[in-house]
């Protein structure tokens, strides 16, 4: 069993409070838009860190991670990328690739917005974690948990970083 902690969007900061949550995670993945090396290599100083670049990451990020992340955990094919949109509505770009190939689990980030959705004609599942950064229109700052045992992704939990704490 691998229990991932995953966020996207920081834009260059790191709330501290993601290190509490992320303890006992196994992993952390990042769904672009990270926003400096600071942040990248706190995350990597931490735990084993998958990511990829978004579109406000400069060239040092963008030399570190790729745009797109295709691998597998335990059984479970995993596509991470920032720019990817959900069921019914995916980004230009991945749309031919998402059809060809499908994932068991894609995940992306950009939009701020936290949605896990479960996409029926392709048997996938979709996730963006929503921001964990200071910047965006986001009201509450937002990170997911969960596990994938062999071939299942299980025990999802949503983590809400009040905002009126940022600065304590």
């Known amino acids: 069993m691998t229990r991932i902690g995953l966020l ?4 260059a900061y790191l709330d501290e409070r993601i290190f509490h949550h992320f303890e006992n995670c196994d992993e952390i993945w990042h769904a672009g838009d990270i926003g400096s090396l600071e942040v990248a290599n706190k995350l990597k100083n931490f735990k084993p860190l998958r990511a990829v670049y978004g579109n406000i990451d400069g060239y040092e ?3 570190l991670f790729p745009q797109h992340n295709r691998f597998s955990c335990e059984n479970v094919s995993v596509w991470l990328t920032h720019i990817g949109g959900y069921p019914r509505r995916y980004a230009r ?5 998402i059809f060809k190939n499908t994932p068991k689990l894609f995940v992306c980030g950009h939009s701020h917005i936290l949605r896990v959705m479960y ?30 045992d062999n071939d299942n992704i299980q025990n999802l939990e949503v983590i809400e970083l009040n ?3 940022f600065n304590e």
């Open 61 to 63: 990020v963008r030399h």
């Open 93 to 97: 770009e991945v749309m031919p690739e």
């Open 8 to 11: 996207s969007d920081t834009h």
């Open 163 to 165: 905002k009126k704490h």
């Open 119 to 148: 996409d029926e004609t392709l048997n996938m599942l979709c996730m963006n974690p929503g921001a964990a950064g200071q910047y965006g229109a986001q009201l509450i700052p937002t990170l997911l948990r969960f596990e994938i």
